[in-house]
């Protein structure tokens, strides 16, 4: 067999950690291989170095067969090595096209880059395979699937045979995913080589010809996806069993804990997302919110807690008009929130683990008398979340920035359950996580509803919202169009309403 | 009103044209993603070099010494920069700190080697320092001849070209897209293999080599020497018409222009009757509280470099 | 790890200033000057006396307060340059309240070097609320406000608080922080009180930023508005805030030489360089309120000391700015420290 | 410069016949015991700055010599680089036991007089500016007298009748000169305009440029400056002018000292004159004074035209022809026998421009 990539005992040490010990990858020329494993099993790592963005302790790399030194991007290009990263490595004020072309633009005799030129390109590439963009617009105006099919281009445009994809579908809409799966068939059709990095084991299973799993660091094996299931993938990835559907008994929703109505939002741009949506969400149930990212869920969000103004309606929490109060009034009122983007609301990084855990409490009793803090407190409290939510980290006093995505989203998880908040907003808890990490959030989840907790769960993964729901809430173009049972529809009808489509009997026998 | 235009434009030129130079290097030292409070260090040291350039080689260059001594300057302060580059870029030092630095360092050279060499805290005047003229063919155009190509300063033409050089190197070449692209997504430049760093030296490079140039073109047109106050501040005021200017070239050389313009009314307004009337303070400070309500009212949000002032260190996030 | 970054943390400010002067000496050595004879001249300069001492203790009170104003801004993640125009109104407020009351000491005092921190405050007020509401770069706005409270404080002295004049009336003496005793043990250098106002302030700052929740709000919006946003924090009023209290400590310092040092104000035809100083010493002390005290006592014993050189071993004074700005570059630079200090201990092993 | 090398030579003409001997006596005697010395503080702008320090430290510098001293130990300079640098340095001498301290420049003036009621034992001196002390002497010069007689040759030589006034800042003493130059000026030609511009500062020379810039487009052809460093925007758009058209006659009067180096251009000189103030005059008469034992503590000595404290600059000699030489000197005259009076505030000026 030809291999177009074979990383052999690939070693990589980060101070303190060994992010990769001894691990070996072999990609067979045309196959879509997986890698799998948990949340920091040095995935990201590996597939780095293959890009020259880190260099190996120890092993080699062969291209074609052909043993190569890849110190930096530039000869991963070289080598027809191109890499669509997890966090997407664009420039938001540039226009798409000066993003693809950025490092090998084409010019003119004056030196001036050949825009014309750049943009035919581009077009015959995403004509080619199937990559719809617009080339004139900035990457700040497109959406998330836009770009990354821009990330795509940018490596088709340098010649790549062997395309490495870092958790591309955490960010996308089912939609999307669809989409991308289309793509990376055509790109296979082309004689492309694809790694694709993904939690999601039934992608595995539907794209993908191989898999290799690693754990901690270490290489487990290679397997044959059509010789294996989601079961045995997952256990071998995490070492131990894990069961995919949640346990729960049935819902006993009680009083009506958050009632919106008639809401309007608008987003920065002043542009109304939210458009006269109804919502109402009793103690003891979960509603997800299934939606195409773009219909107004975050709009929505942002608005019950208060990060954004309502333009018109009510938002009611216990019967008491919290719309436009500010987020500490909300927070005050009994409003929990796991945010989307934990970076960059969840979290203070630069704080100490113990320091985000009071990140909406720290004012109050016992954490702070007469304005002045009780580090004692402080700490005594997030030990005692740390070790009930199983948060990973060396100490309450380590750096938030140093954990884990998955420790620290159990952190703020923690942090918002432990307020025992009449309302729980949980919006993507899931997003980027290994199944072990999942399993327990929806546990926590569930186990919040049966103490009688309203809860709100928006997030764009079908089966979480089918697996953890009590009630689906289909939102389209800014309102609910449709509300389900879970045990009563399945993923192609929530696609059909998350599109829009108006006539579903499902919709209404839920009624 | 014309000949309010004829005295006006050409004071505005000269008084702008260090500034604009300055301002420049600034927009393209932040552009890259280093914050580079030291232009004033820069023009210091670019004043110090192109007098003590101008003084000791008069006699050799002639007529050419002023152009030489710029050119000098230029090189001298770009080798300079080299100190908040390696701060900045290789040891991931805080740049608004190291530019800080870099102001004291450069008066501290400038003043203590004037003392070493001269034994005195200020240098002569120079013999040989740049003169107005009339720009040949173009004066003689009317109207418009008078008030923009008499009495100039050459050097006041060099800062609007270069001012236009930038743009296009900025704004329409690879060059000019990559070090764009190191200043706002320095990881998204890497992995489409643009040296990060090499790029962000060159910027802080530039930045030297235009606020030399600023600082020698300000002594060899204003100060004829150099002292402890032959730069006080312009510097800083270049600073301003780059955040002013939303860090593009062409902005930076308008707000360089409008503080030229405001100073130059201050001057002219006494002869005019109505702000004749006006407190001095308040012309004085006309420039500044302008500045503060164009930013406060025109150009509130100007967005900076997303990665101005942020080390690049590979593989952090 | 912490007991490591904790050695650190002390080992980069002391490494960075012994490379300082020794690069000083450097340059003494190739202008053809004695560094051994520099150096004794700048330490006697310092400390060869009581005099000295006195002096070089007067000169640290206002730069101890200058860094902690920029220290306290930067801990909000915002970089007060405009320390340099806060010091000057509110040296102004300071003798203006100083020449104006008409009252005994235990009111006169305090109330003229409150004004001298609420005019500071008021100078750093407009920057941050522009920032605030607007997003406007402080930076910017406070070298403008810089240039703005130079020119207006000299049409002041000129027109209201003199007549045509360049410096005002000595202050009332129960306004006054100057003490003769200090001075009396001092000969008759112009040490003040003023520094024991340096250190509670240094205290308080300590005190507000780790110890009570007005720090942790203002730390968590320096490090993260958005989080901040989310958790219920009012940003725009932190910001604000923020910037008063940094603009307050510079006041102080203005106050600290209009009531102790000079006792008038005058015209002044450029920066006192005060604020600028400001910026080093926070550098230098870490953006902590003790480091800030050290580092204030450093660059005052460095200025001072400068005085002596050119007498004494005809070295230019400008030696020790240049000293001092390398300092600065070795502190900001720390990382080439650390990694030479965990070389060195790897090979140590 | 020619005035100053002069100066030091010659060290009459400040005091009466019997100050002279005095000196020479006082100059024997002490330099055998060599117990008497004296030491200036510089203001900011340094012991270098063309201008009152240099030329106070030449004087000190020659009466040193003259007296046998060795600088560092009879005679010394302390440099101020900011205002807090005054005391230390001040307090510096009287510690080393200096007998006599200057204090060079207004700035000074508070610690000066902060000195001198600290230490009696010791002699101070301020110039420019008046302290109020036993043991302190304060000089001043009569600026206006000066500038009454540049503003004369200004009236000479202008063709527009249009002169221009640059000051540094705005404050009693610059008035001074203001006041002097506008007098003398419409003396001999009561319709001339005088433009009066201040940069506010006296090291913007950018200022200094765009002012006069603009003063000589308005038709201006003289300019008087008494700003310091802002001056050299005014030498320097002078010589741009003169650069371009070597036929337009453009001017630039100096202050404190013959600014006639500035002023030179290939083969021309902008310079006209200068008001120069003897400070090296001063400061030596000070020193010999105290050196007899008779210093002049809690006086204020006011040198003007007649104690050879003030004089003005004829180095330019074809600008400054023979014509204008007789005519200044005439109105020197004047001034001296007190037939006119040099005003010295905008008051005076005012009533002495009535009384034209
Ligand atoms: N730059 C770095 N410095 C130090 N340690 C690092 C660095 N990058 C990664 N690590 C560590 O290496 C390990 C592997 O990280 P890696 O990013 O490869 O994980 P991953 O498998 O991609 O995880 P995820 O599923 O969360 O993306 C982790 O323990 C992480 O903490
Ligand atoms: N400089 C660093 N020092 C220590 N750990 C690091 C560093 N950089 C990255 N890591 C760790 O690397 C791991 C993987 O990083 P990665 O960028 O894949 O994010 P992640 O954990 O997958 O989270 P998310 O997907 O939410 O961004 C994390 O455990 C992170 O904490
Ligand atoms: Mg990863
Ligand atoms: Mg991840």
């Known amino acids: 067999m030809e291999y177009a990539i074979e990383m052999l005992n690939i070693r990589k040490e980060f101070p303190g950690i060994v992010a990769n010990d001894n691990i070996t990858i072999q990609l067979q020329k045309g196959e879509i291989h997986a890698l799998l494993g948990e949340n920091g099993a040095g995935k990201s790592t590996l597939m780095n170095v293959l890009f020259g963005l880190y260099q190996p302790e120890k092993g080699e790399i062969r291209v074609n067969g052909k043993e190569v030194h890849i110190t930096n991007p530039n000869i991963a290009n070289d080598l027809g090595i191109g890499m669509v990263h997890q966090h997407f490595m664009l420039v938001e004020p540039f226009t798409v096209t000066q993003n693809i072309v950025l490092g090998s633009e084409p010019t003119n005799k004056l030196g001036k880059i050949d825009l014309a030129k750049a943009r035919n390109e581009i077009q015959a590439l995403s004509d080619r395979y199937g990559l719809q963009v617009n080339p004139d617009a900035k990457i700040s105006e497109i959406s998330v699937g836009m770009q990354q099919r821009v990330e795509i281009l940018k490596t088709l445009y340098r010649g790549a045979e062997v395309l490495i994809f870092d958790e591309p579908t955490a960010v996308l809409t089912p939609q999307e995913i669809k989409e991308l799966i289309e793509i990376m068939r055509s790109l296979i059709k082309e004689g492309k080589s694809i790694i694709l990095i993904t939690h999601k084991l039934k992608e595995i299973m539907e794209v993908c010809d191989r898999c290799t799993v690693i754990r901690k660091g270490k290489g487990i094996g290679t397997v044959n996806v059509s010789e294996t299931n989601t079961t045995d993938l997952a256990s071998l990835m995490v070492g131990r069993e894990v069961s995919f559907k949640t346990e729960k008994i049935v819902a006993q929703p009680t009083d009506t804990v958050l009632q919106i109505k008639d809401l309007y939002v608008r987003d920065a741009r002043k542009v109304d997302l939210v458009k006269g949506l109804d919502l109402e969400v009793r103690a003891g149930e979960i509603v997800g919110i299934a939606g195409v990212d773009g219909n107004g869920q975050s709009e929505l969000v942002e608005a019950i807690t208060g990060l954004s103004k309502a333009r018109a309606g009510s938002i009611k929490v216990n019967n008491k008009e919290i719309s436009n109060l500010s987020p500490r009034k909300i927070t005050e009122s009994g409003v929990g929130h796991i945010p989307q983007d934990r970076h960059k609301y969840g979290l203070v990084l630069d704080y100490t683990i113990g320091e985000n855990i009071v990140l909406q409490t720290y004012y109050q009793k016992p954490y702070s008398k007469a304005k002045v803090l009780s580090y004692k407190e402080i700490f005594d409290k997030a030990n005692k979340i740390i070790e009930e939510y199983d948060v990973r980290t060396p100490s309450v006093y380590t750096k938030a920035r140093a954990l884990s995505g998955g420790n620290q989203q159990k952190a703020i998880i923690g942090r918002e359950v432990d307020r025992s908040p009449n309302l729980l907003i949980a919006t993507q808890p899931t997003r980027g996580l290994d199944v072990g990490a999942i399993e327990f959030i929806h546990q926590k989840l569930i186990e919040e509803r049966d103490k009688g907790r309203a809860i709100l769960l928006v997030s764009f993964e079908l089966d979480e919202i089918i697996n953890v729901s009590d009630r689906i809430a289909v939102m389209f173009d800014g309102k609910v169009v449709a509300n389900v049972k879970p045990e009563e529809t399945n993923e192609q009808e929530l696609g059909l309403l998350m599109a829009g489509s108006q006539v579903n009997k499902a919709g209404e026998t839920s009624q | 009103m014309f000949e309010a235009l004829q005295s006006i434009i050409p004071t505005v030129l000269f008084y702008s044209a260090p500034l604009i130079l300055t301002a420049l290097g600034g927009v393209f030292s932040e552009r890259s993603g280093v914050v580079n409070i030291g232009l004033e260090g820069l023009m210091v040291m670019g004043a110090f070099v192109g007098i003590v350039f101008n003084l000791t080689f008069a006699d050799l260059f002639g007529i050419w010494t002023p152009w030489i001594s710029i050119l000098v300057a230029m090189v001298i302060g770009s080798i300079f920069s080299i100190i908040h580059a390696v701060a900045s870029v290789t040891f991931y030092a805080n740049q608004v700190v190291s530019g800080v630095a870099i102001n004291m360092l450069a008066l501290g050279i400038g003043v203590y080697l004037t003392k070493v060499w001269y034994g005195k805290g200020q240098t002569d005047m120079v013999d040989r320092p740049f003169y107005t003229m009339d720009v040949p063919i173009l004066a003689d155009i009317p109207i418009i001849g008078p008030i923009f190509f008499e009495g100039i300063y050459i050097t006041s033409y060099l800062a609007l070209i270069l001012a236009f050089v930038a743009w296009y190197v900025l704004y329409q070449t690879p060059f000019g897209l990559r070090l764009r692209a190191v200043g706002e997504h320095p990881m998204a430049a890497d992995t489409n293999g643009i040296k990060v760093e090499r790029m962000r030296y060159i910027a802080v490079l530039l930045s030297g080599a235009f606020g030399g140039l600023g600082g020698s073109v300000f002594a060899l047109t204003i100060a004829s020497n150099f002292s402890h106050a032959t730069i006080v501040g312009q510097g800083f005021m270049a600073l301003a018409a780059v955040i002013f200017g939303k860090w593009h070239p062409l902005g930076a050389m308008g707000a360089a222009l409008f503080f030229g313009l405001a100073q130059s009314l201050s001057v002219v307004s006494s002869g005019i009757p109505l702000l004749a009337d006006i407190p001095q303070v308040i012309l004085l400070i006309a420039p500044y509280l302008l500045t503060i309500l164009a930013l406060a009212g025109f150009i509130g949000r100007a967005d900076a470099p997303r990665a101005n002032g942020v080390p690049y260190l590979k593989g952090g996030r | 790890m912490t007991s490591n970054s904790k050695h650190f943390g002390l080992l980069v400010p002391i490494i960075s200033v012994i490379i300082g002067l020794i690069a000083g000496a450097i340059i003494m050595l190739l202008s053809g000057h004695n560094p051994i004879e520099g150096y004794a001249a700048l330490w006697a300069g310092a400390f060869g006396d009581s005099y000295t ?207 102790g040092t000079y006792g008038t104000i005058s015209v002044m035809s450029g920066f006192t360089n005060l604020g600028f100083d400001g910026i080093a010493v926070a550098l230098l002390g870490a953006n902590n309120a003790f480091g800030v005290i050290l580092a204030g006592l450093l660059f005052g014993v460095l200025k001072e000391g400068a005085g002596e050189m050119p007498t004494t071993a005809g070295v230019p004074t400008e030696l020790v700015d240049i000293i001092i700005a390398l300092i600065i570059f070795f502190v900001a630079s720390s990382y080439i420290i650390r990694w030479a200090l965990s070389r060195f201990k790897k090979e140590g092993k | 410069t020619e005035t100053e090398e002069e100066g030091t030579d010659d060290n009459s003409g400040t005091e009466t016949e019997g100050a002279e001997e005095n000196t020479k006596e006082a100059t024997e005697e002490e330099a055998a015991s060599g117990d008497y010395k004296i030491a200036m503080v510089t203001d900011i702008g340094g012991v270098d700055d063309k201008s009152f320090n240099q030329s106070a430290w030449e004087g000190i510098t020659a009466w040193g010599e003259e007296n046998g001293l060795v600088e560092d130990e009879g005679y010394d300079y302390a440099q101020s680089n900011e205002k807090a640098d005054y005391m230390p340095n001040i307090t510096r001498f009287v510690r080393d036991e200096y007998n006599l301290v200057y204090g060079i420049g207004f700035e000074l003036k508070e610690d000066i007089q902060t000195a001198a009621d600290q230490y009696p034992d010791t002699n101070f001196a301020i110039v420019d500016d008046t302290v109020d002390a036993s043991n302190a002497v304060s000089i001043t010069f009569k600026e206006h007298q000066g500038s009454f007689l540049v503003g004369v040759a200004a009236a000479l030589k202008t063709s527009t009748d249009k002169l221009g006034f640059v000051g540094g800042v705005d404050s009693p003493l610059i008035k001074k000169f203001e006041s002097g130059f506008i007098a003398g000026a419409k003396s001999v030609n009561p319709d001339i305009e005088v433009d009066v511009q201040y940069a506010e500062s006296f090291a913007d020379a950018a200022k200094g440029k765009l002012i006069a810039t603009n003063m000589y487009d308005s038709g201006i052809d003289v300019i008087y400056h008494a700003s310091g460093a802002t001056g050299n925007g005014v030498f320097n758009q002078a010589k741009d002018i003169k650069q371009n058209d070597p036929e337009r006659e453009i001017w630039v009067i100096g202050v404190d000292r013959d600014q006639h180096e500035e002023g030179q251009i290939n083969d021309h000189n902008v310079t006209l004159t200068s008001m120069v103030k003897r400070v090296d005059v001063a400061v030596q008469d000070v020193a010999n004074r105290g050196m007899n034992g008779e210093f002049p503590g809690g006086e204020l000595l006011e040198y003007g035209i007649e104690e050879d404290g003030i004089t003005f600059a004829t180095t330019n000699e074809e600008a400054m022809t023979e014509d204008i030489i007789t005519t200044v000197e005439e109105w020197q005259e004047k001034l001296l026998n007190g037939e006119v009076e040099a005003p010295k505030t905008t008051e005076e000026l005012e009533a002495y421009e009535d009384s034209l």
Do not use: C
């Not at chain 3, 202050?171 to 520094?195: C, D, K, M, P, V």
């Open chain 3, 53 to 259: 001492i006195g002096e070089t203790i007067r000169r640290s009170t206002p730069l101890i307060l200058t860094g902690l104003a920029v220290a306290f801004a930067f801990k909000t993640g915002l970089f007060n340059i405009g320390a340099e125009g806060q010091v000057i109104v509110g040296w102004l407020a300071a003798v203006w309240i100083g020449l104006a009351i008409d009252a005994p000491m235990i009111i006169h005092l305090p109330v003229a070097i409150l004004a001298g921190a609420i005019a500071g405050g008021l100078w750093g007020f407009l920057p941050g609320l522009l920032k605030a509401k607007l997003g406007v770069h402080e930076v910017i706005i406070t070298i403008m406000m810089n240039y703005i409270a130079l020119h207006v404080t000299n049409a002041i002295i000129r027109n209201v608080l003199t007549d045509q004049g360049t410096t005002t009336e000595p202050i009332a003496g129960t306004a006054s922080l100057a003490s003769e005793w200090l001075q009396s043990i001092t000969f008759y250098s112009r040490i003040h009180y003023g520094i024991l106002i340096a250190l509670f302030a240094a205290f308080i700052m300590w005190f507000i930023i780790e110890r009570t929740s007005y720090g942790y709000e203002l730390k968590a919006v320096g490090f993260n508005r958005h989080a901040s946003n989310y958790a219920g924090m009012n940003v725009s009023k932190n910001i604000i805030l923020s910037m008063v209290i940094g603009g307050g400590f510079a006041g102080l310092a203005g106050a600290m030489e209009g009531l």
